[in-house]
């Protein structure tokens, strides 16, 4: 039995290493691309013409921002020229392909002969399980041979999931505010404006309507049942009787209008989506005036 314990141990601590060996080879997307860009530097002779003709993902976002910062990359490093893209597009239209598809070897060297390039750079992000597969590959347009290869495991961070989601913010960062009131605020708040009429509408629910109302006809039907006591009193008792019931109406329909208002009014729903990093920029769409929506801008610092 202690055997059984010993041996399940060390295949936990094997799985949980395997696991952990397996993360910490996954980079960044930004780091995968520099990393291709030191492959270029090291490996291509530096003063050479290159293009970067097509980069293949799920999304032409994606593709854009891969071309855009591989671009940006190797251009830093001031050892080669690239070809700009005005001229790569009319290039593209030409021969009828896209950026973010598929080219063949004979189509990569055709297309780098009439751009005057030394190196055609393709590329592709492509989903492997949970994580993606950044890969580039560079041929020779002289000879047509593949003269480099780069490939790096990338983690499918909030960077990821922005590029490559459909609706231009990141999916799993989008929440509805769908809290509603607890059943005890909804007590307390109707605790509260029967004392007070209104107060627990205004504290609690921050419901200026049903607070206005219940203010108002709570004031109504007070002073109205006040008064009519006082007429009564000064002997004219059938118009304070009158005075007081129709008070006293005016007291029940608010008390009633309290109960329905109390337990049927819900928090105003709010849209929230966080843009690349969720513990950072937050955007939040509220509903306004005339149903007209107004959007809020905050910045989270976490230390």
Known sequence: MNKRFFVTGIMICILAFASESANAQMVSLERAINSASEELSENLKSGSNIAILSMRSGSAKMSNYLFEELTSSIVSRRMFTVVDRAQLTLIREEMNFQMSGEVSEESAQAIGQKLGAQYIVTGALEPIGNYYRFRIRVIEVETAAIHVTY???????????????????????????????????????????????????????????GGTVLLISGGIG????????????ADDYET????????????????????????????????????????????????????????????????
């Open 151 to 209: 490939s790096a495991d990338v983690r499918n961070d909030q960077i990821v999931t922005y590029l490559l989601g459909s609706s231009g913010v990141p999916t799993s960062a989008v929440s509805w505010g769908n809290q509603d009131f607890t059943a005890g605020e909804r007590w307390a708040t109707f605790g509260l404006n029967w004392l007070i009429p209104g107060l627990g509408s205004y504290v609690i629910m921050k419901d200026k309507v």
């Open 222 to 233: 007070t002073i109205g049942y006040t008064v009519g006591y006082l007429v009564m009193m």
């Open 240 to 303: 304070g009787t009158a005075i007081a019931l129709v008070s006293l109406g005016i007291l029940g329909a608010s008390g009633i209008y309290n109960i329905v208002r109390s337990s049927t009014y819900h928090k105003p729903q709010t849209r929230r989506a966080s843009l690349i990093d969720p513990e950072a920029w937050n955007i939040a769409v509220l509903p306004g005036k005339d149903g007209i929506e107004q959007v809020s801008l905050s910045y989270t610092l976490r230390f």
